[in-house]
């Protein structure tokens, strides 16, 4: 089994930043792509950034240069770097992984989600 620990939301003025980190662990061959998805009251869960194993990266159109991903492959772990958050932003945002597993298996997990609450 694999989890995927989100950490570092919380609640910032507009304008502010916040670091958004997940931690994959557990039966972990290796990591293909990993990403965050937000999902705002009402709305349907959408992609917010996604990174491969290799380091490519694509964003939503509402990221508008505002967020950065990364990752640690040693670590297992991706970062959301945010800056210059609007209100619009304020989400409970979650961590996906697609993860090998010791018997070559590819599974999809989620992490639990962190809370980003943005206003003043």
């Known amino acids: 089994q694999v989890q995927l620990v989100e950490s570092g939301g919380g609640l910032v003025q507009p304008g502010g930043s916040l670091r958004l980190s997940c931690a994959a662990s557990?039966?972990?061959?290796?990591?293909?792509?990993m990403g965050w998805y937000r999902q705002a009251p009402g709305k349907q869960r959408e992609l917010v950034s996604l990174i491969s194993s290799a380091g490519s990266t694509n964003y939503a159109d509402f990221v508008e240069g505002r967020f950065t991903i990364s990752r640690d492959n040693a670590k297992n772990t991706v970062y959301l770097q945010m800056n210059i958050l609007r209100v619009e932003d304020t989400a409970v945002y979650y961590c996906?992984?697609?993860?090998?597993?010791?018997?070559?298996?590819?599974?999809?997990?989620w992490g639990q989600g962190t809370q980003v609450t943005v206003s003043s």
């Open positions: 557990g039966s972990i061959r290796s990591i293909n792509n």
């Open positions: 996906n992984a697609d993860v090998w597993n010791f018997s070559w298996n590819l599974r999809n997990y």
